[in-house]
């Protein structure tokens, strides 16, 4: 069981206008995107959470659209890169140019210095630049000729992998994966949306108007930072992790042959994390066990990894979640908290 302490009045009522203001921000997003509400959701939390996103789903869904709506929104910075097979490192974070006029070199900063960063079809670059963006989305900062340059702040990758058309695609390393912070699955929309989306997309376009500020983001990183996680929510995001390591501890035996790796510790962390900052969306300064339920899922979807025998059985990485989540015990709420 966990308890929650008294909660600084000033804390609360900076996480009450943090949810007010965020769901400005969503109005404005709405106004263009339609549906997505899952994505959207998880961008955010990925925004105060500083964290990085990727996206699965098939082209056409609107993913480049809804980072640039949400920037237009955050007045951030929005940069988009197409990752091809002759891509490299130099066409992303920059290189040095030799003007003979004046006998210097001169630093030519790449597309990855942005607030929102969108990574399309990141499987498509060949390894090197895949390391460059690694740097990048771990360090914060990029190294052009033996010099480092810090990446403005915040700074949040949002890259997207396409789940056909897999020919000529370089599996990203399990290192850059894990970096990560969630995994989101969008789908096609449903009737009604679609319908919707066809009359915007005719119709005259929608203004987006700027709602938050850039220092202002950055305060609302902070307070996310200060959002009271009790020591027995942490215990639960780590046994989430643990289970995925062995299983047979918690009862399921079962899916031992089925998983050949577990969720590092930056599982645990992020779960954390991003649970801190669902709480603030929700405006409140402290965690319950059913945020970090809710988030559980897209941070360890893909730190796990399937064994044959899963694949030949085509058991999916959502079953063996599901799983899991039922097993492990989440904190009891005391009554009336």
Sequence with gaps: MFVI?????????????????????????????????????????ALLARGHLLVEGMPGLAKTLTVNTLAQALQAQFKRIQFTPDLMPADLIGSRIFHPRDAVFQTLLGPVFANLLLADEINRAPPKVQSALLEAMQEGQVTIAGQSHALPKPFVVMATQNPIETEGTYPLPEAQVDRFMMKIIIDYPNADEEFVVVQRVIGPKQQVQPVITHDELLQMQSVCKQVYVDPSLIRYAVSLSAATRDPGRFGLEALAPLLMHGASPRASIWMIEAARALAALRGRAYVLPEDLSAVAPDVLRHRISLSDEAIATQVGTAHILKQLLAAVAAPVKPLGA
């Design 5 to 45: 302490p008294p909660i600084d009045a000033n804390l609360q009522q900076s996480v009450v206008t943090l949810a007010k203001r965020m769901e400005q921000v969503l109005f404005e997003v709405k106004r263009v995107i339609v549906g997505q509400d899952h994505l959207l959701e998880n961008v955010l939390i």
